[in-house]
Nanobody, 126 residues
Framework: EVLLVESGGGLVQPGGSLRLSCEAS????????MRWVRQAPGKGLEWVSS????????SYADSVKGRFTASRDNVKNTLYLQMNSLKTEDTAVYYC???????????????????RGQGTQVTVSS
């Protein structure tokens, strides 16, 4: 059974930083691409970042490019999202996601595709 557990969210002031973690189990983490998605209040899921199975290839939504960095530790089966220069519009529940039925994400996969954890709340406010 795929299990994804996010942590690290909280309340931070604009301009601050947070590091999210996602502990994965129930599948061979090191072979799977992973994603971060988020859901702001009253809005749908939004793709934030993707990272390849080995961690060497990353991609980001324009809204977070240059501020967020995805990484992973395949020994610890853990995915990370370092978030810097946070803005009020980054307020959302953040989820890590793994693909379903195959170890890669297709660019056409919608943000709600695959398995997700319970999420971690990030609130950016002064």
């Amino acid at each position: 059974e795929v299990l994804l557990v996010e942590s690290g969210g909280g309340l931070v002031q604009p301009g601050g930083s947070l590091r999210l973690s996602c502990e994965a189990s129930g599948f061979t983490f090191s072979l799977y691409d992973m994603r971060w998605v988020r859901q702001a209040p009253g809005k749908g899921l939004e793709w934030v970042s993707s990272i390849s199975s080995g961690g060497g290839i990353t991609s980001y939504a324009d809204s977070v490019k240059g501020r967020f960095t995805a990484s992973r530790d395949n020994v610890k089966n853990t995915l990370y999202l370092q978030m810097n220069s946070l803005k009020t519009e980054d307020t959302a529940v953040y989820y890590c996601a793994s693909p379903r039925g195959r170890p890669w994400f297709d660019n056409r996969d919608p943000p709600d595709y695959g398995y997700r954890g319970q999420g971690t709340q990030v609130t950016v406010s002064s």
